[in-house]
């Protein structure tokens, strides 16, 4: 009220329609609620110095991950879509960290199933838990609990939308494979259509000057609302349909994903297109020697077996370094400062 009341005062001046003033306040009101709650709803709302700050705790977290700085806070994980990595790695985040954990994998086992409605839930969830992580199946669900919520939302995945947790994991380990993120050449291919950890790194590496190669079938290629975002912010990117040894030569991250399935309505189309991109061995013949294989996993047949023991691979090194990097979401999502962690004394050897 406090915030509202001021804001009306200070657009009084600007003579604006009533219209044109109710949207400017509830939009400043909103972005001042998620700043003081330090929800993180998509990775676009992190500025490149937000980003580099992150990745230093995940660093100070790598480090020493074992702590008590959540002790005393609880963590929930409400999984409304399945997941192996970012539900499990959110939660051993928390336990590395003292904090307790408590929340579902599965949505049949919550009174949803009785008809209880997402607001219902999180307005509950709130009253038990100091943070929220939550995956949904809907587009813009994490952002709509972000609104409603008093505590802090993290947002594991909505729909095809957003996934900024992994996103951050992803940017550490593209960090600490090149020593940096500026002007990097980042391939990604597959299902640039429905990949929401895609959609997300376009969003966070604007800030670094890449040069993206959109690798994909035409049923699958990047929205052009994506499209239209690197074309506002000056990213350069190539579209290609091929995938080859000469077409993959250039890249400095070499980025695959699965065709998902599950966002299909037409299952024909799935079959049509879901094992048009097996990355092979002889395929890495011409790979530029820094390069490194990422995929936000699971892997379904986007690569073979037998990449996975050469020096190229690291998606699971990848996965590993979501534990980092999710400490650091948790702790700058709780207030807890860079300083703080460094300067930490309850560390476990
Ligand atoms: N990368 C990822 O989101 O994996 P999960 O679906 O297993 O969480």
Do not use: W
């Not at 001021?6 to 972005?31: D, H, I």
């Not at 990848?318 to 300067?343: K, M, S, V, W, Y």
């Amino acid at each position: 009220m406090k915030n509202y009341t001021f804001l009306k005062l200070s657009l009084s001046k600007y003579c604006l329609s009533e219209e044109k003033e109710v949207n400017l306040v509830r939009k400043t009101l909103y972005t001042i609620g998620n700043m003081e709650k330090r929800s993180l709803v998509t990775i676009a709302d992190h500025s490149r110095e937000k980003i580099e700050y992150l990745i230093q705790m995940a660093e100070e977290f790598e480090r020493h991950p074992n702590r008590r700085l959540l002790e005393g806070r609880v963590v929930a994980t409400l999984f409304f879509e399945p997941s192996t990595r970012t539900r499990l790695s959110f939660e051993t985040a928390a336990n590395r960290l003292g904090a307790r954990v408590i929340g579902f994998a599965d949505p049949k086992v919550t009174s949803g199933t009785k008809g209880e409605t997402l607001k219902d839930t999180i307005m509950m969830v709130s009253n038990y838990a100091d943070i929220i992580v939550m995956r949904h199946y809907l587009e813009g669900a994490a952002r709509y609990a972000s609104e409603i919520a008093p505590v802090p939302i993290v947002n594991a995945g909505d729909g095809a939308n957003q996934h900024p947790s992994q996103t951050m994991l992803d940017l550490y380990s593209i960090y600490k494979t090149q020593g940096r993120l500026d002007n990097l050449d980042i391939y990604l291919v597959g299902d640039l259509k429905y990949g929401r950890t895609v959609h997300s790194m376009l969003n966070a590496m604007y800030h670094f000057n890449p040069t993206f190669h959109f690798i994909a079938p035409e049923e699958l290629a990047m929205p052009e609302i994506y499209k239209n975002f690197c074309r506002d912010h000056g990213i350069r990117y190539v579209e290609h349909t091929d995938f080859n040894a000469d077409v993959i030569s250039g890249a400095d991250i070499l980025y695959m994903t699965r065709v998902q399935r599950e966002r299909f309505t037409d299952l024909m189309e799935y079959e049509r297109v879901k094992d048009r991109y097996l990355l092979k061995l002889d395929m890495l013949s011409k790979a530029r020697p820094n390069m490194k294989i990422l995929h936000p996993l699971p892997r379904v047949n986007e690569i073979e077996y037998s990449i996975d023991e050469n020096p190229h691979a690291y998606y699971f090194e990848q996965a590993h370094n979501g534990l980092f990097a999710r400490q650091a979401l948790l702790c700058d999502a709780l207030g807890i400062t860079l300083e703080e962690i460094r300067n930490d004394s309850t560390i476990i050897n």
